[in-house]
């Protein structure tokens, strides 16, 4: 196993469109989790799984954003009618029920 | 507002040089983790403390937790610049739940 892995690493989009990001995790991890990033600052949570259920979903997270699990594995994180403050890094991480965390590299939104 | 205040957000020093970052918070974690986090790359863990006074070494870096689970330091002897970095402090109140960061230390160390 290679690690967390999302797609896309990059992605640029107009203002007003829908985009969507994957997280494929550890495969012996349950839990798996979705944090935003913006510069100069800390990650920040947005919502996690254990396997298939979403268990917390940050209340800063408005109804544009959606994020699913189907199958206990990967996830897609889905931001409708993108705003240019959705631009940012969005991490992906995922762990088995300890301490730590494995992240991804992340996928870079720029809107514009 | 931050829960987890880190300080300095700043710090450029030279190679062979000591520091400390300071990780601070009114509130009580379960546990404290610290992550590297380089430029367009996602976090790396480095340790996770989990018992109030707990001391952990890693090579030139010690992490240490808070006696009331609050607070927490890290510091580097003998910086190099492959130490280069954001240092992240993370709190988490129950295990495998979400992490609460800090808003980064930003180290850059000069050859």
């Known amino acids: 196993d290679t690690g967390v892995s999302q797609n896309p690493r990059h992605k640029i989009t107009k203002r007003g469109q829908n985009v969507t990001f994957r997280c494929d995790p550890i495969?012996?991890?349950?839990?798996l989790y979705w944090y935003r990033q913006t510069l100069g600052q800390g990650p920040e949570f947005l919502t996690y799984f254990q396997n298939e259920a979403q268990l917390e979903k940050s209340r800063l997270l408005s109804d544009r954003f959606s994020a699913e699990r189907p199958k206990g594995s990967f996830s897609t994180l889905e931001i409708q009618r993108t705003e240019q403050g959705d631009s940012a890094m969005y991490l992906c991480?995922?762990?088995?029920?300890?301490?730590?965390?494995?992240f991804g590299s992340g996928t870079r939104l720029t809107v514009v | 507002t931050q829960l987890l205040e880190q300080s300095p957000q700043f710090l450029s020093i030279q190679e062979g040089e000591n520091l400390t970052v300071y990780c601070n918070s009114s509130s009580v974690f379960s546990s404290l983790q610290w992550y590297r986090q380089e430029p367009g790359e996602g976090p790396v863990l480095l340790v996770t403390?989990?018992?109030?006074?707990e001391v952990k070494k890693l090579k030139r870096l010690t992490f240490q937790f808070g006696d009331a689970r609050k607070d927490s330091s890290l510091h580097i002897t003998a910086a190099q610049p492959g130490d280069t970095g954001l240092y992240l402090c993370a709190g988490g109140r129950n295990q495998g739940g979400k992490l609460i960061f800090g808003q980064g230390t930003e180290l850059s160390v000069k050859p």
């Open positions: 991480a995922s762990s088995t029920l300890d301490y730590g965390y494995t």
């Open positions: 495969s012996e991890h349950n839990r």
């Open positions: 403390v989990v018992t109030g006074g």
